[in-house]
């Protein structure tokens, strides 16, 4: 079996049926806290031939303030402890990404992905909808891109 | 000994580079940070500290107990950026509503280095929400003092409001001084003194009764003793100065040797009366000759059933109390041979106050040595 190339561009994102059941009950928890904000969690899988794999995901503290957008904060090291003990189970999955449940983007979405950058430069954002309105895929995945602007 | 949670904000400026405090303002802010993270840990082992660095108000280190992880990232932290106080005060903020220790108390220490830009009416917003919370904050000013005064006082009274003294402002001027500066201000204190003293040298002996309860137990216990031994021996010269006739009795065989110890110490110097065993009158033990000393050394260890604790001189011609003591070693010889001489012996048995020389004991004793100096007579002719 090939080894997974992570330097390979990602064209297609594959998520499986355990990540998008694990959000929901993620969005559901903190709605009963009465947070009904979005959660936001980290995505692990494998890159194959530029088919991300998002086999699994676990969700991570996170918070913002509704007002200021620049004010948001995200406990890193939970997130390497989480994912640390994931790699005992299971050490061929990585962090390939994060999601939050938007349902929209957000202005500060590309600070957050700075962040997860630090694990996986090819990080790539699902926004996945927790409680879609219409039929079909709830999910939709962002690469970041870097452009340079002449201002 | 609050329970209680904190997040410490460190200005990470382009200020920060300024020399103005030895050797730097970031050196000196971190040792200051160093300070702040071992006091808040000491005072309760329970205690969360985490660290948030202003320029882009990011979490370096989220609540832990563990300051190494604290001191490592901080030491890795540059000066780069501008600092924007509210953002990161709000930051902090959420980081501790994210804590582990829901019956914590939260606080925020932060640092302020460098001009702070925005208006005084968001800092007094920002302050009503934070007491509004229930989160206290001290500020450190230090650097740019005349700009910013005057806005953290007003955010300090803001979350202080009418009664709360739970938020402290500490303004420190230019100088090599900031963590000495801070180590007298509430900031470590705390709001009713406790928490100061850091190092071991502040705990008695050195040892902090609450690392190690038990050591601090027996190093006060044994020096208690001490004391008590000292606090003995002086109260024994004491009554011997003052002459009485107290009768104290030998109760240990180490008692003894103190007392002759210390009046033989003292025979060159003044005239110590050492009190009595028995309760006759005292001994003048500068007014005794040589032999007089001798023999009321035999006395005494004889009347302690013959235990061999008499410093018998073993040089007459000196009457050194050093050379007494020392010589206690050699006590048993020295006793043998000054005891072989059953003549010399009966002479002091004659000149002892309290003896009896007819009494049978006395006599049963004089007559087994006189038997076994014969005995080693013998001995001695039969090889020859």
């Not at chain 1, 991300?52 to 676990?58: E, I, P």
């Not at chain 2, 606090?231 to 009485?244: C, L, N, S």
Request: proline content about 5%; some cysteine.
């Amino acid at each position: 079996m090939s080894p997974p190339d992570h330097h390979v561009k990602i064209n297609k994102v594959v998520v499986h049926p355990l990540v998008l059941l694990s959000v929901v009950d993620h969005f559901n928890r903190m709605g009963k806290v009465g947070n009904v904000k979005r959660v936001v969690g980290v995505l692990l899988g494998s890159n194959r031939q530029g088919v991300l794999d998002v086999s699994n995901s676990f969700a991570v503290p996170f918070d913002e303030d509704d007002k200021d957008q620049s004010v948001w904060f995200l406990d890193h090291d939970y997130l390497e402890h989480m994912y640390g003990m994931f790699k005992k189970v299971n050490a061929r999955e990585r962090i390939v990404g994060w999601y939050h449940t938007g349902p929209k983007l957000h202005p500060n979405d590309i600070a957050i992905s700075e962040m997860i950058r630090r694990y996986n430069p090819a990080a790539v954002l699902v926004v996945i909808d927790a409680k879609p309105k219409e039929l079909g895929l709830p999910t939709e995945a962002y690469i970041s891109v870097e452009e340079v602007h002449d201002v | 000994m609050v329970l209680e949670s904190t997040i410490i904000c460190v200005d990470n400026s382009d200020y920060m580079r300024n020399g103005d405090f030895v050797p730097t303002r970031m050196q000196a802010q971190q040792d200051a940070v160093n300070l702040v993270c071992m006091s808040k840990t000491r005072s309760n082992p329970e205690n969360n500290v985490g660290l948030l660095k202003m320029a882009n108000a990011e979490v370096l280190v989220t609540l832990t107990s563990d300051v190494g992880r604290i001191l490592a990232r901080l030491h890795q932290v540059q000066p780069q950026g501008q600092i924007n106080f509210v953002t990161a005060v709000r930051v902090a903020h959420l980081a501790l509503k994210h804590r582990q220790g829901r019956n914590h108390k939260l606080r925020i220490v932060v640092f302020v280095g460098s001009p702070i830009e925005i208006d005084e009416k968001e800092i007094i917003k920002v302050a009503k929400r934070l007491k509004k919370e229930k989160v206290n904050v001290d500020v450190v000013n230090f650097g740019e003092e005349a700009i910013n005064t005057d806005k953290l006082t007003a955010f300090v009274n803001a979350i202080n409001g009418k009664d709360g003294t739970s938020s402290h402002l500490v303004t420190v001027p230019p100088g090599p001084m900031l963590s000495d500066a801070l180590l007298s201000s509430p900031v470590i204190v705390g709001e009713d003194g406790a928490g100061a003293s850091m190092t071991g040298a502040g705990f008695e002996f050195g040892v902090d009764p609450n690392e190690d309860p038990e050591l601090a137990l027996a190093l006060r216990v044994s020096m208690e003793e001490q004391r008590a031994r000292q606090e003995k021996e002086i109260r024994e010269t004491a009554v011997a100065t003052t002459g009485e006739a107290a009768a104290v009795t030998a109760a240990s065989v180490e008692e003894e040797q103190l007392q002759r110890a210390l009046g033989g110490s003292l025979v060159p110097d003044a005239a110590v009366s050492v009190p009595p065993t028995t309760g006759s009158s005292a001994v003048d033990f500068a007014a005794m000759t040589e032999e007089e000393q001798i023999a009321y050394a035999m006395k005494l260890s004889m009347e302690t059933g013959g235990e061999d604790d008499a410093p018998a001189p073993m040089e007459t011609d000196d009457g050194e109390a050093s050379a007494k003591v020392e010589q206690k070693k050699d006590e048993e010889e020295d006793y043998s041979e000054v005891m072989d001489d059953p003549d010399f012996l009966q002479n002091v048995l004659q000149s002892l106050p309290g003896v009896d020389p007819n009494s049978d004991v006395i006599q049963n004793a004089m007559r087994s040595i006189a038997d076994s100096k014969k005995d080693s007579k013998k001995d001695e002719k039969k090889p020859k």
